[in-house]
């Protein structure tokens, strides 16, 4: 949850250089090549005209929360309370749902305040309440370990996701994500830990077989939701949660700090996404990501005195792409031509003082029925003619 405001900006038209910068602690990539439209921010316009009322906000709540857990010893108070004012915290200010509308916002939470509020009275029946019933003099640890866990999950969008590279535990996205593989695999170590930890004290209250038993079942609907035909199974944050607070149904510092953290992913899952299925289509899945398709084949481009012809021919196995071609100029889809074989003509341009002729970056890639395929990696015509031949794989 950065720290936000307002500006203004002013459209410029077209640009042929665009240098990398760091303000405000962010930094941003250079673009040595013409671009169709840019902007600037006004430097004399501030952002104190608005502000950022969240990180406000969010003191309020903690506050409040806070003042709430010491003072009762009640877990169903504590637990009804808390999980009201956080979720709608996190559903209309800290990670709130896309709308344009504020009065949508306040009724898509309120549609999905109602489902997670029976989902949170189960959870507290079964699990919460025993968790959660601890001696008046534990009320301060008790605030520290569940209530701290709780905000660290609830704003996972600021405290957990900026700092771990894995958006979905699918396959496709671990492998095209640097560093998801390292972070699962340290994932998976803590939480093996845990459940070793936690494995060691049902066994020591008589309680093991019951849990297994509990989580086998859980395994196994698991298995035959991944086995439907033609879908994926996904695992969203909200569901992991659900899957792993039963384990959390003892009295010890660990299982308190474990449930707080747990319903506050929950709490942000449903309150910024909803209840996400748990099979998906692989469309769906993936999102942004690449398809693996097959690329067109960039050939050597004829490069004359204004111009340059970029042409290209089929690279291997189509795939089901049997359109056409896309081409992008500068990452701008400037070109679609009709057949698995063509070439465009683009007109070259001066780079900034008008002396030498401006760096193209060219991509191909083929499009489907309404459905755009990946794209090759760039091939990159210098100013003075030199052509650079794109790489193998997929742009990303």
């Known amino acids: 949850m950065p720290y936000g405001g307002c500006g203004v900006f002013s459209m410029i038209g077209e640009n042929h250089n665009f240098p990398s910068s760091i303000r405000n602690g962010m930094s941003s990539f250079s673009f040595d090549a013409g671009f169709p439209s840019s902007f600037t921010f006004l430097p004399d316009v501030s952002s104190s005209h608005c502000s950022d009322l969240r990180w406000a906000l969010l003191a309020v709540s903690v506050t409040f929360t806070t003042l709430l857990s010491l003072t009762t010893t009640s877990p169903l108070i504590l637990t009804a309370s808390v999980f009201t004012g956080v979720f709608f ?177 929950f709490i942000n899952g449903v309150a910024r996404w909803g209840f996400a299925g748990i099979v998906e289509t692989p469309a769906s899945l993936r999102g942004d990501g690449l398809y693996y398709s097959s690329v067109p084949a960039l050939l050597m481009p004829e490069v004359g005195a204004r111009n340059a012809t970029f042409a290209w021919t089929v690279g291997g196995e189509m795939g089901g792409w049997e359109v056409g071609a896309s081409v992008l100029v500068n990452d701008v889809e400037r070109f679609r031509v009709d057949g698995l074989e063509g070439e465009v003509v683009w007109n070259r341009t001066r780079g900034e003082g008008g002396e030498a002729w401006e760096r193209v970056y060219v991509r191909v890639g083929w499009y489907g029925y309404g459905v755009e395929g990946d794209y090759t990696k760039a091939g990159v015509l210098e100013g003075d003619g030199r052509w650079v031949e794109p790489a193998l794989g997929w742009s990303r």
Not at 108 to 123: D, E, I, N, Q
Not at 149 to 166: K, Q
Not at 180 to 199: D, G, R, W
Not at 229 to 241: D, F, K, T
Request: with cysteine; proline share 7%; charged share 10%.
């Open 89 to 265: 915290h996190v559903a209309m200010g800290s990670d709130p749902p896309s709308s344009s509308n504020p009065y949508g916002l306040v009724s898509l939470a309120l549609s999905r305040f109602l489902p997670a509020s029976f989902v949170v009275f189960v959870l507290y029946t079964h699990v919460l309440s025993h968790t959660l019933s601890l001696p008046p003099t534990a009320q301060i640890e008790r605030t520290i370990l569940w209530l701290g866990a709780l905000w660290v999950g609830a704003l996972t969008n600021v405290t957990i996701e900026p700092h771990i590279p894995i958006n979905r535990l699918t396959s496709r996205d671990l492998a095209q994500e640097p560093g998801a593989i390292t972070a699962l695999v340290f994932l998976v170590l803590i939480l093996t830990t845990m459940v070793a930890f936690q494995a060691h004290y049902f066994r020591l209250e008589g309680r093991l077989p019951g849990f297994l038993a509990l989580y086998a079942g859980f395994g196994t609907a698991l298995g035959l939701a991944a086995a439907i035909p033609g879908s994926s199974l996904r695992i969203h944050h909200y569901i992991l949660a659900l899957l792993l607070l039963p384990g959390t149904k003892l009295r010890t510092r660990v299982s308190v700090a474990c449930s707080g953290l747990l319903l506050g992913l």
